[in-house]
């Protein structure tokens, strides 16, 4: 990733091909990791015991790069499918942003084809482009055999998916915005659903598929994985439809030219996943379990050694970044492999034992659907396990330092006023509602600078500081930065409840803090008129 930021330095298109290279890399070595421990446990010698004789051997064995050919696309597809790929461009561009600055020539503007003629075209012919050249890499691969060529392929599909990513996307949204315009959008009949159905849907888009997506389709799919690598002895699309006549032999050519995906990502993919579907709900829920278990522990480790760092600036976060991936891509990484192994080795032994002869037992019935309910139980502890949002909240008083950034903050008093006096100058600001003026200093004694945001918060009611004076203290290194806030407040908020809420505003942070400050204000604190409030900011050596 960090040599895919130094190139684009030359160009920005040239950060699409290492990207790519960087992600089958990262594929092959997962598929690798896959292939040792399915030779391990025997998988290889088990999976041809237990095939049908018409199965196919797709000679899987016979080297590395031939068992690369096979799995890598629809590995890439699946990949793509859960986000991961999703996941490489936007590190890509918040590593570029820390690199290039938040401003200016920028790697999105130099990669966004609405800034000009040149680079649309450049995008609109790097995608057709990249299509054609897979569709005919995949057609000079069938004919040749050459394990190269088909590994070209999986790089000139995942530079495709990159393209999309990092400039293409935004030519899918202009076209959206162009057609909501056009009065054809109007003609298209729009339902008014009833709340209830509004409510319930949002419920399930909100809430139940995130869940679901997360926790229990992804260890699914990685099963699905294994079962690729592993190998499923299935039937491609070309084996399936050679018997057929004419008319099949014309709709799997053209499905060959327009959607080859199909044979070549989806269909192992599918067949893969219906293999692993066939263990049975009891068998896959504990596995969901497990295997969520150990994300979940790697997540809270990761967590804890963040907690333990406490608050850094951007740049450190982004020289740490790397060593924090090591928990979730090594550790909790290498102890999922081995369960994907067992799990898979277990289905194909289950597969070899004969089907039970009649329906199932009452008493089997009863225990499976107890077991089905324990899952559900332990799965729903693990959603509610989930760490969340890295965010350690301290809570300090008037007067007093708290820690935060790596600096310290203190807020050093509390005025109220029905009117503003600005100095210098004299301007005058009033309002029906309550002026809030806190000042407040930031200290920062490290190498880098801190900015600090501000809130006043009330249960619900959140109130940012206005433009009369300061809206955020920046400590530069060695400096103090003291400043005025000053918030408009509704009345009845004034009381007990108040409180000032101190947070860094960096645009990279892997651990967030804030410091919650109740201001000790009681209901019917005094209001004074024309309340004076000096909008600079004082800065003094630390």
């Known amino acids: ?279 049975g709900v009891p068998f896959l829920g504990a596995f969901v379990l497990l295997f969520s278990t150990l994300r979940l522990a790697g997540e809270w480790t990761t967590r804890a050694i963040v907690a333990a760092i406490g608050g850094a600036p951007a740049g450190t976060w982004i020289r740490l970044d790397p060593f924090l991936d090591l928990v979730p891509d090594v550790v909790v990484f290498s102890l999922q492999l081995a369960l994907l192994g067992a799990a898979y080795v277990r289905i194909l032994t289950l597969r070899a034992q004969p089907a039970p002869a009649g329906p199932p037992a009452p008493r089997r019935r009863m225990a499976d659907v107890g077991v089905v309910g324990a899952l559900l ?37 509390v005025r109220l006023g029905s009117s503003l006096a600005l100095t210098p100058g004299s301007s005058t600001a009033t309002t029906p509602l309550v002026f809030v003026v806190v000042e407040a200093t930031a200290v920062r004694p490290g190498a880098a600078p801190i900015l600090v945001g501000a809130d006043l918060v009330n249960g619900a009611h959140t109130y940012h500081a206005g433009g009369w004076a300061s809206s955020t203290l920046t400590a530069e290194p060695g400096f103090t930065q003291t400043g005025q806030l000053v918030f408009e407040v509704q009345p009845a908020d004034i009381g007990p409840g108040l409180e000032l809420h101190l947070s860094g505003l960096g645009f990279l942070t892997s651990y967030d803090e804030v410091v919650r400050v109740p201001l000790g204000l009681a209901t019917d604190a005094p209001v004074t008129t024309a309340l004076p409030v000096d909008p600079t900011t004082r800065k003094a050596v630390a």
């Open 377 to 413: 139980v332990a799965i729903t502890a693990l959603v509610l396990l989930n760490p969340g949002e890295r965010t350690a909240v301290r809570t300090s008083a008037v007067g007093q330092s708290a820690p935060l950034l790596g600096g310290r903050v203190v807020v050093d008093g």
């Open 1 to 279: 990733m960090f040599l895919a930021v130094e190139v684009s330095r030359f160009s920005a298109w040239l950060l699409i091909p290492v990207l790519a290279l960087g992600v089958v890399a990262r594929l092959a070595t997962v598929v690798l990791a896959l292939r040792a421990v399915a030779t391990e446990l025997g998988a290889p010698d088990l999976l041809r015991r237990v095939a049908p004789a018409e199965a196919v051997d797709d000679d899987r064995d016979a080297g590395l790069a031939r068992l690369m050919t096979l799995t890598l696309l629809p590995f890439l597809g699946i990949y793509a499918a859960f986000g991961y790929v999703n996941v490489f461009a936007r590190d890509v561009v918040i590593l570029a942003t820390y690199s290039y600055g938040p401003f200016g020539d920028t790697l999105l503007s130099r990669l966004n084809p609405l800034e000009s003629g040149t680079t649309a075209a450049i995008t609109v012919a790097l995608a057709i482009g990249l299509f054609v050249s897979r569709r005919l890499l995949d057609r000079w691969h069938e004919r040749t055999g050459r394990a190269w060529i088909g590994l070209l392929a999986v790089l000139v599909e995942a530079s495709g998916l990159f393209v999309v990513l990092l400039s293409g996307f935004r030519l899918w949204e202009q076209a959206q915005l162009w057609l909501g315009e056009r009065r054809l959008a109007q003609w298209v009949p729009r339902i008014d659903l009833p709340d209830l159905l509004d409510q319930a849907w949002a419920f399930v888009a909100g809430t139940v598929w995130p869940v679901f997506w997360d926790l229990v389709s992804q260890p699914i799919a990685w099963l699905a994985l294994a079962a690729l690598v592993f190998g499923s002895r299935i039937l491609s699309l070309d084996q399936l439809w050679h018997t057929g006549g004419r008319t099949r032999r014309v709709v799997l050519q053209a499905q060959e030219v327009v959607l080859g995906d199909v044979n070549d990502k989806y269909l192992p993919a599918w067949v893969a996943l219906r293999l692993v579907l066939r263990a």
